[in-house]
């Protein structure tokens, strides 16, 4: 029998589209965590991102706008002075902390923030030296275009790589996904500066008429988590979807992750959103999870304190709450692994001490620095 050659071409074509799928994860069951858990710190607010000094403190942020320094012993300190004001409200608030690459020969550190105006607000980037008490020659380097209403979707992660310029992960804003699609707005984006706030000439968009200099990526819902591999100095990402469609993604430079045309998710409503899972010209990730994890912070562990943990990406959970670690045989996901126990709550970032202890802290009201440990 002949085969209708229209019908060979759909055949073909959903084929095609079949084998971009994405592998999912397989949703494993939580195992007992191989680590013991203490306290170092409580009584923080909603706190957002934790940075490990070298003298033994530790920074952390409060989405309500405070910055703290929180000595070895789990002492907060006040909250320190010069930081900006920022919109806290909902997701808005004070975000994510790193250091310069040189701290240590010098107190330079970065902050992202919801930078707010009198009828909207955008994700911003400050720069600022580290006092015993406050922030000093404090100054935005950079503010996502345009300032929108709203409260959600800001991102954001801040990471350094090996080139010495700095990737910021950003969010759609919520109510203007469409916008991600737009190079001409910074909205659902990945933009990579120098540590100054110019623009790379190496940017992939750099002379392209129309679009944002600073974009290196784009068509991203909401990225709260992301990695550079110790050995690759590739950066990794882990964003939210919506109902469902939660991805692992390596972002390369000028390339387009899709959404909101394609998604493995849906709407919170259960409406279907875009154009299905897989479109010509937009990157398939690399892993993605429906039910979501609602990944916040994320490292490559590289210590010794967990030798089995040791190249895997570890996560942090907001939903269902917890720790999900990743192996990875290249760039695939090899296998995925999931602690809760005493990590069964909002956990919003890791760190990695130098003697590869790992630090997170919990998204509560009552927020917690906690230390795993060798048992």
Known sequence: MTIPRHLTILSLALVAVAQAQAPSSPQPGPLPLPAKVTTVATGLEHPWS?????????????????????SADGKLSPPLGGVPAVQSKSQAGL??????????????????????????????????ELGADELTEAKVIWSQQ???AGPNHWGSRLLFAPDG??????????????????????????????????????????????????????????????????????????E??????????????????????????????????????????MEQPVYYWDPVIAPSG?????????????????????????LVRLTFDGKQVRSEERYA??????????????????YVVTDEREGRILRLEPR
């Open 146 to 148: 345009p300032k929108v």
């Open 50 to 70: 934790i940075a490990l000094l070298p003298n033994g403190e530790m920074l952390v942020s409060e989405r309500k706008g405070r910055l703290r320094r929180v």
């Open 165 to 238: 310029n700095l990737f910021v992960t950003l969010g759609d804003r919520f109510d203007y996904k469409e916008k991600a699609q737009d190079l001409g707005t910074t909205l659902g984006k990945i933009v990579r500066l120098k540590p100054d706030g110019s623009i790379p000439s190496d940017n992939p968009f750099h002379d392209r008429s129309g679009a944002r200099p600073e974009i290196w990526s784009y068509g991203h819902r909401n990225i709260q988590a992301a990695a550079i591999h110790p050995q690759t100095g590739e950066l990794w990402t882990v």
């Open 240 to 281: 939210h979807g919506a109902r469902g469609g939660d991805e692992l993604n390596q972002p390369r430079a000028g390339k387009n992750y899709g959404w909101p045309v394609i998604t493995y998710g849906i709407d919170y409503s259960g409406a279907k959103i875009g154009e299905g899972t897989a479109k010509e010209g």
């Open 95 to 128: 975000l994510d902390i790193t250091l310069s690459p040189s701290f240590g020969s010098d107190q330079t550190l970065y902050l992202s923030f919801s930078e707010p105006d009198p009828t909207a607000a955008g994700t911003a980037v400050l720069r600022a």
């Open 298 to 322: 994320a490292i490559f562990y590289r210590g010794e304190a967990f030798p089995d943990w040791r190249g895997s990406l570890l996560i942090g959970s907001l939903k269902p709450g917890g």
């Open 341 to 358: 126990g005493e990590l069964a709550t909002r956990i919003r970032d890791i760190a990695e001490a130098s003697d590869g202890t790992i």
